[in-house]
């Protein structure tokens, strides 16, 4: 099932898309009257998602308010998060080296998971425009990640309890400056700029793949394909990172952890492909959709 926020005449809506993926049903229709993804995510229970389900496999015709997706504009699922975005770095083997190669440092695979925080005042929507922050940057970079999102509050979380935990499953393109983390040695400031998180263009249900996630994941700059993997070669997979992340602190619902990018970030390639003003980027993750964004000045 494939959740999303969007908009009809400047009028905000969460719907469920049906079984094609050509229309879209407003939660009201199931009896529901959440106003924010965050909300439906903290208190939908079962039999409330059920519903949707349910509906989601009804024709037009027969729900109140279904809107065609042509007609409609989606919006990121989750505008505006309780907490900055929890990222893994370096998780796939083949960025780790691309990534020690632009540093011109020696390779080692990580151990260790890496962590790190992601600011985001407002995430950016499907379709929207990423700043430049030429002022700041000449070498912004693109990373398509597949983003988890926690259901319910997350403590001393147990292997095997983990799938019970993710509410499901978006995408996100972690935005860079690369010049800004490597002058300042560390990656906050430079993944942080306004407009550096794109996330969408749905939430697809935990219930909806297997778990752990094995699917293929894609970038595009201009059609050209950049990054091609799969999230089943995580270095550190989302069972271990939410065990180890829960033993010392509680990930509360609504919580999005950005799982790492593989090889093919403009960074690797000799030379540097950075991204310019006017270059459409997309990232792909197979059963979620396409997340496309245009850099602007």
């Given amino acids: 099932m494939k959740l999303l926020a969007y908009e009809v005449d400047k009028r905000s809506f969460l719907g469920v898309l049906n079984e094609d993926e050509t229309w879209v049903y407003p939660v009201s229709a199931a009896g529901m009257e959440y106003r924010s993804m965050k909300d ?30 042509e007609e409609i504009k989606v919006v990121s699922p989750i505008a505006e998060p309780d907490q900055d975005i929890i990222c893994l770095g370096i998780n796939y083997m083949d960025h ?32 929207g425009i990423i700043p430049a922050h030429k002022n700041l940057t000449n070498q912004l970079d693109y990373e398509a990640e597949l983003a988890v999102i926690i259901k319910k509050d997350a403590k001393d979380v147990k292997p095997g309890e983990v799938k019970d935990y993710i509410f499901g499953y978006t995408i996100m393109n972690d935005v ?48 050209e394909l950049r990054q091609n993997s799969n999230t089943g070669l995580f270095i550190h997979g989302i069972e271990e990172v939410i065990c180890e992340l829960t033993q010392g602190m509680t990930l509360k619902a609504g919580t999005i952890i950005a799982t790492g990018t593989p090889a093919g970030v403009g960074m690797g390639f000799v030379p540097p492909k950075f ?11 197979e059963g979620i959709g396409t997340l496309r964004n245009t850099v602007g000045e």
């Fill in 96 to 127: 780790a080296k691309e990534s020690a190669r632009f540093k011109k440092e020696e390779f080692s695979k990580p151990e260790k998971a890496i962590y790190f925080s992601k600011r985001v005042n407002r995430t950016n929507d499907p379709d």
């Fill in 275 to 285: 991204l310019e003003t006017g270059d459409a980027v997309e990232c792909i993750i």
């Fill in 176 to 223: 860079s400056a690369r010049e800004v983390q490597t002058e300042h040695k560390q990656w906050y400031f430079g993944k942080s700029l306004d407009g550096f998180t794109p996330l969408g263009p749905c939430i697809m249900t935990a219930d909806s793949t297997a778990f752990p996630p094995v699917l293929k994941i894609q970038s595009k700059v201009n059609g």
């Fill in 40 to 69: 439906l995510i903290r208190e939908a229970g079962p039999s409330e998602m059920e519903m949707l389900d349910y509906i989601s496999k009804k024709m037009p015709g027969d729900v109140t308010g279904a809107a065609s997706v």
